[in-house]
């Protein structure tokens, strides 16, 4: 957990070309708040601490030389706070929708939270399903396949992770990410350089490296 000054002065830094909100939305203990640590902090912690309620998170990416800001909102799973959670849809230009894969009935609620997100969020919102906890193979209840299925179906895309042994954190976040600068191209008003200035760009965490006008060498 950031210090409460490390978290705002982030926050309230206005040096970005981009913002981007997203939300991890998911059923209570399938590791949405474990994600986001691995993202944000790569920390990770076996103590469960059911989140209160809404919390949140800033990274900053570069893509093209464009300074993304990610807004990356942790819902509550548990049932109580709906309320307030869903109140935070609207806006939202990304969705990482997670569930448990040692868990079936995380799994069968995610057709439950897509209808949420159609419910409650902007009509272009970019989802990715992410089948959370593929460390624990030995306790596997939903089969890959399953999980790819259902992707498929819902028309999102799909990677499985770990939070726990950092597998496809990053990559889920970048394609997010993708996804929505692919959509924004779609719109006249979008800078191209962010979306369109070189092929297949890599989004890194690294700021572009200072460029010397002047300098000869
Ligand atoms: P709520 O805040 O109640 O909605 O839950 P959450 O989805 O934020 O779950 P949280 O991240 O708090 O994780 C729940 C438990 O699962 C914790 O004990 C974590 O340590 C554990 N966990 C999270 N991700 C992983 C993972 O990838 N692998 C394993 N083995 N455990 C994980
Ligand atoms: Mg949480």
Redesign the pocket.
Known sequence: MPTMAATQKESSDQNFDYMFKLLII??????????L?RYADDS????????VGIDFKVKTVYKNDKRIKLQIW?????ERYRTITTAYYRGAMGFIL?Y?ITNEESFSCVQDWSTQIKTYSWDNAQVILAG?????EEERVVSVDSGRMLAEQLGFEFFE?????NVNVKQTFERLVDLICDKMSDSLETDPAVTTGTPNARLTDNPPPLQHPNCGC
């Open positions: 998911g059923n209570s203990s399938v590791g949405k708040t474990s994600f640590f990770f912690t076996s103590a469960f601490v059911s989140t942790d819902t509550a799973g548990q997670m448990d959370n906890k593929c460390d624990m992770t770990s939070a726990k042994d």
